[in-house]
């Protein structure tokens, strides 16, 4: 009788490990040191604001990330819609850095302009970057991975 419950958990133990390597591995979305952000005035009605990601694929094998969806968070403003189509393949193992660009027009996010405008002296504005992101990966679908912060850092206006 303990042969067969050492044999059972053997089966269930090695099935787990099978399915486990047939899932696929949430990409690593991270702020590169190297990348500030960054937020442009473009005139009077508004800013572009500029977002470095590093993506890290740790999956024996290629995905492409296929967007990002959620909402910037800039200071104590008002959060900013972001949808990121991408369209990204990272090889196995692969990591390559890449700009999220998002237009702000005043006008929608006026408590921005007012913050925005108190940091021209040069202090650095806190953001985050909340949402989710899907993958494609082949005979593996299509997962989601998300709600979750993904980007955390601060901006300075130039």
Do not use: K
């Not at 604001?49 to 590093?54: H, V």
């Amino acid at each position: 009788m303990r042969g067969l419950s050492v044999a059972a958990t053997g089966i269930i133990l090695s099935g787990c490990a099978a399915l486990q390597t047939l899932g696929v591995i949430p990409l690593r979305i991270s702020d590169p040191a190297d990348r500030p952000a960054e937020l442009r005035i473009t005139g009077l009605t508004g800013a572009a604001l500029r977002l470095w990601a590093r993506i890290e694929n740790p999956n024996s094998f290629g995905v492409t990330l296929r967007d990002v969806v959620g909402a910037v968070h800039i200071a104590d403003a008002e959060a900013l819609a972001a949808d990121f189509p991408l369209g990204l393949p990272l090889a196995a193992n692969q990591d390559t850095i890449i700009p999220f660009d998002i237009s702000i027009r005043f006008d929608n996010v006026p408590r921005l302009a007012s913050v925005i405008r108190s940091a021209i002296t040069g202090a650095p504005l806190p953001y985050r970057l909340e949402g989710s992101f899907g993958v494609e990966a082949g005979n593996l679908g299509s997962p989601r991975f998300g709600p979750m912060t993904l980007l955390r850092g601060e901006v300075r206006v130039r």
